[in-house]
Structures are given as C-alpha cells and as structure tokens.
C-alpha cells in the first residue's frame, strides 16, 4: 500500500475513533472551575425516569356575593358580622352551565400550553377528557413552583370602581398590555400601558362620570354631616386586587391607557416585586382568559416501569449483540472485518450524538430501535463484504450490487420509521425519529466512511 494510501486509512480510522469517543464520552470544557460536557444529556421518557402528574379539573366552586337594598353589588371586604344583615347574599357558581362545553374545554387547553411556554416548561404530555373537561398533565421532569398557581388561573383583568364596584374596564376592552418601568432623580415608577380596543377606549374617555370627591353635606332630615368618600380604581386580577389607584394615575395617549402602579419609589425591592407581578399579569393577559375555571385536582409520582438494573441490562445485551456481531464479522473477512465493525460502532455513536443533540425522547421502545438500526446495518454490511469479494467487477459495481441486494431491508425499514415518526403518541413517534435519524446514519456513514476504508484496505 502506497503512503497516501495509508495516511488516508489511517486518517479515516481516527476520524471513526474521534466519533465513537465523542459519542460515548463526550466533549468536556471547562466552565467555572468545573469540567462539563457540551454534547447535551438524553432526553428520557417517563417510563425510564419516572414522571409526575397534575390533574386540573373543571371548577365545581361558588363565589359569594353581597347586594345592598337597591341592587348594588358590595365589597365583600365592607361586609361585617355586625352590618351582614342588611346585605343580600347570594352563591353564584363560578362556572356558567352553558360555558361548559367541548369547544370551551378546547380552548382552555390551548391556553394552559400556551401559560406553560410562558413558564419555561416544555417536557410535558396533555391530555384532555372532552366529556368531563378533565386534564391530565404529565411531566417529564420537575416542573416551577408556579405552575400550581398560574396554570388554573381565569386570566380575567378589570377595572373597578372602588366604591360601586362596577366594572369600568375589562379584559374584553384590551388587545394587548405590557408592564415597564422608568427611573428619575426621584425612584423608580412601575407601570403598565393596556392597548384598548374601541370600545374601551370610549369607556376611559367618559371615565370621570365615575369619580367621587370628598364632600361633606348635611341631611335635610337628622341634620347630621354625611361625608361622600372620593373613589379610586382598583386594578384586579382573576377578582384579586393587585392595586388600587387614583384617578389622576392614569393617562389615555391614542389607544394606550398607561396606568401607574408604583410611583417614585426607592424601594428596589418593592419595586422589583411589583414589576415582577405586573410582568406576569401582562403576560397571563395577553395570553387571554380562560372559557372554563378550573382547579388543581390531584398531584402524583408515577414511578418508571423498569428499575435501573433492567436498563443497565438491557444495555447490556445490546453491548453483548454488537460484540458477537462484530466477533462474526472479525473472523469471517478478516481485516475487512474489523473496518466494517469500526465504521459500523462509529454509525451508532453519530446515531447517539443526534438523539441527543435533536432531543428525541428515549424510552423503553427505543432499545427495540436500536435492534433495528444494528439488524439494518449488519444487513447491509454484510452484503457489502461479501460482494467487495467478487474479483470480476469493479469495486464500485459490488457497493452498487451489495445496496441492490439491500434495497428491500432499506425501503421496508424507511416506510416503517417514516410511519412510527407521524405517529401521534409521543412515546412511538420518538422511536421513529430515532430510527430515522438511524436509517440516515446508515445509509450514509457507510458510504462515507465504511465504504472507502474497506476501498483502500481491501486492495492491500
């Protein structure tokens, strides 16, 4: 063998290690005084880690409201055991019958996905019972604490007025809001600038027909002073005051209503604290209001189907079916043999950093992938080894022959990951991702790298 010759096998070979030592050790850098792998963890699925799961279901709860003798709604927060007999109290389901349809159940699960991409959470499975609304959330991996509590929000922003309680603004008014803040000599201001459609805008222009100044008058009849208290507006959240504000704290510029919150403060924790709540109510509201209410129903630790010593097991086997395959392999073809199997365990190793790097979901089906993709490339190997032997073609008319001779392995494998990869269930569409990206790495690790080792070996 010539000396580029064998710089180009011997550059091929390690090319082949350098894959099989990035696969199955990794790239490590250094990153504050520690050593981490660039190459990403596997992605497991829950019946290899265990997953938790969150049932939401549709709202059963009442809410109390006050009346005073004119029909007026009250403050639940005015009304006293001393004075609660001249209200009329009433318990109002939260949940309206006629809004408790598939359609509404439909869109309230598009909404919780949307929430949990504003949480940063995206290892999750959803499933929705459209005759009971129910919900079903497994996660993958440990999810925010906030979850819990911003998931079954309504998203219902308002307006109120303070003392009548009427509703002057509401979510219905606002196309989009957005939460900021400014700093001046004097401190930080927290606001939020709301968008309004038509109609709200229309509403914030007749406004001060709500406003109530302080004034003091005498009763005609007991000549005693009555004292009109001015009113303010409270900015409520899911029926949740988050502040109450005067009139003078907001402004209308075209179709932006700017609403201040927190004014001049020099607090940088109040400050951070508010903002951080008005982020998250801007974000919630933009997202929009549920059709249903929902609540957290029950919370549980589903443990993984197999114990760890199955899964060392499993990989087990599947180290001990390469190896014979390879032993085979080595004793039949000879030096050819071990170029095969060196391209063939560098092939799994690119199979492995793509899994890793596309994020696919390893599960327990996936070590029936990994037969299949080991079946396929030994297959075609095979094939290849035996073909290369027939000293009356050229080398390339055996590659084409060793692929022809193939051809009903490859498309029948092809059509079934292509099949497994559309697949809706999560788990099976995950193994065909797998398989694909597999099938991919074989056909063209073998070409690329198998095929012109054994090229250049094969001759000497």
């Given amino acids: 063998m010539k000396t580029r010759k064998k710089l180009s096998l011997a550059l091929m070979v390690l090319i082949c290690v350098l894959i099989i030592l990035v696969g199955f050790v990794g790239i490590y850098t250094k990153d504050a005084n520690k050593y981490s792998n660039i190459i990403p963890n596997y992605k497991l699925a829950s019946d290899l880690k265990g997953a938790t799961i969150l049932e939401l279901k549709v709202s059963d709860a009442q809410k109390t409201v006050y009346h005073d003798a004119d029909g007026n709604k009250v403050d639940e927060s005015k009304v006293t055991d001393e004075n609660e007999k001249d209200y009329t109290k009433e318990e109002v389901n939260v949940n309206i019958e006629d809004n408790l349809t598939e359609e509404n159940y439909k869109k309230t699960l598009e909404i919780f996905k949307k929430r949990l991409k504003f949480l940063q959470v995206d290892q999750y499975s959803m499933d929705l019972d459209s005759k009971t609304g129910k919900i079903v959330l497994t996660f993958d991996d440990d999810y925010p604490d906030d979850v819990q509590n911003i998931l079954p929000m309504e998203g219902k922003l308002e307006i109120i007025d303070s003392n009548t309680l009427d509703v002057i603004l509401d979510y219905a008014n606002v196309k989009s809001s957005e939460a900021n803040f400014v700093q001046t000599e004097d401190g930080y201001t927290v606001y939020m600038d709301l968008k309004l459609t038509d109609d709200g805008i229309e509403k914030i222009k007749d406004i001060d027909k709500y406003k109530v100044t302080e004034t003091e008058k005498k009763d005609e009849e007991s000549e005693e002073s009555k004292k009109d208290t001015a009113n303010k507006l409270k900015v409520e959240f899911d029926s949740e005051e988050i502040e109450e504000v005067s009139f003078d704290d907001i402004s209308l510029n075209k179709n932006i209503l700017r609403i201040t919150i927190l004014k001049n403060s020099t607090n940088t924790s109040s400050v951070n604290s508010k903002m951080n709540t008005m982020t998250v109510v801007s974000k919630l509201a933009n997202i929009g209001k549920t059709p249903v209410v929902y609540t957290i129903g029950a919370e549980e630790y589903a443990k993984t189907a197999i114990n760890k010593d199955d899964i060392y097991s499993l990989a087990i086997y599947s180290v001990v079916i390469i190896a014979l395959i390879g032993i085979y392999l080595i004793v039949r073809f000879k030096c050819n043999g071990i170029l095969a199997v060196l391209g063939m365990i560098a092939n799994i190793s690119v199979t492995t950093i793509l899994a890793r790097i596309t994020n696919i979901t390893i599960s327990l089906n996936s070590f029936a992938a990994v037969i299949g993709l080991i079946v396929l490339n030994t297959y075609l190997v095979s094939n290849i080894l035996k073909e290369i032997q027939n000293k009356e073609k050229t080398f390339g008319q055996n590659i084409k022959s060793a692929y022809l001779k193939s051809i009903d ?52």
């Fill in 409 to 460: 392995l490859i498309v029948i494998s092809l059509i079934l990951f292509a099949v497994f990869a559309f697949n809706s269930m999560t788990i099976i569409s995950s193994m065909g991702l797998l398989l694909f990206w597999g099938w991919l790495v074989v056909m063209l690790g073998n070409l690329l790298l198998t095929v012109p080792m054994l090229k250049i070996g094969g001759k000497e």
